[in-house]
């Protein structure tokens, strides 16, 4: 599964506008990430399999957003203005608990730092992130992918992320299932479900307000997760940005 919170991914396109900052900071995810080898506790409990999972989570949202894919997806991340960076993200089951099943998405290499290491829980109506290192969420979770993903789904997020030092961001989008369409990566082509989103965001800092509107479109491949997706920003008053995040070789 390599799935990107797309309140992570507004903080790339906001800091498309802006220099970058040498003192970014993030916090803790909420719930408890995986940790392996000398810096797991003695007493630690085994991970569960995704043998454990109840077979009413393994819905079609679930199978799409690609929670049984663990092996470490390698992507690149390209932004108008800046050099390519590249880096790996792995899933890594956590926990089932009250009939909902938790994980956490682990990014590594260059990418780490523009989109952070989030927790995402999967229930009975769908895949949520709740929790990101990129800052404090409102509301608590955010739903990526619902149960059902058929053709003209449709959903709406109102979120905000409120970063340490103090920087606010926030979108108001819609979501729409467009169904199967063909994608092509760096690594093959497939039969994927398009997801696109059209919103507007708005980045509070220093006593400044920026809004802007935005687009998505998000591949997902079954049992695989996400392959490709495309943004693109337009702040008022200036040209539109565009960030790509895509699997590659």
């Keep these: 599964m390599q799935k990107f919170s797309s309140l992570a991914l507004l903080a790339i396109l906001i800091g498309c506008s802006s220099s970058p900052s040498d003192d970014k900071k993030t916090v803790p995810a909420p719930t ?14 085994p991970k569960p399999t995704t043998a454990e ?7 079609a949202g679930y199978a799409y957003f690609g929670l049984e894919n663990t092996k470490t997806m390698d992507v690149e991340l390209r932004v108008d203005g800046r050099p390519t960076e590249t880096g790996g993200v792995t899933v890594v089951l956590d926990k089932i608990e009250n009939g909902k099943a938790y994980y956490t998405v682990e990014r590594t290499g260059a990418i780490q730092d523009d989109l952070g290491t989030d927790t995402v829980m999967v229930d009975k ?6 929790g990101t290192t990129m800052g404090t969420m409102t509301p608590p979770q955010n739903l990526q992918l619902p149960a059902d993903v058929k053709e003209g789904s449709k959903w709406e997020s109102n979120s905000k992320i409120v970063q340490e030092n103090g920087q606010e961001l926030s979108e ?12 092509k990566t760096k690594v093959g082509e497939y039969d994927a479900l398009l ?9 509070k800092s220093m006593g400044a307000d920026q809004k802007a509107k935005y687009e ?6 079954k049992d695989r997760g996400l392959v490709k997706a495309t943004f693109t920003m337009t702040f008022t008053g200036k040209t539109p940005n565009h960030v790509t995040i895509e699997e590659t070789k």
């Design 195 to 203: 997801v696109t989103s059209t919103g507007t965001a708005n980045v």
């Design 32 to 45: 408890t990430t995986a940790t392996t080898g000398a810096n797991e506790p003695k007493d630690a409990q």
């Design 216 to 221: 998505t479109e998000a591949y997902y491949v």
């Design 172 to 183: 108001q989008s819609v979501y729409l299932v467009k169904g199967i369409k063909k994608v």
């Design 53 to 59: 999972i109840p077979a009413e989570l393994k819905h």
């Design 125 to 130: 109506t769908g895949v949520y992130v709740v």
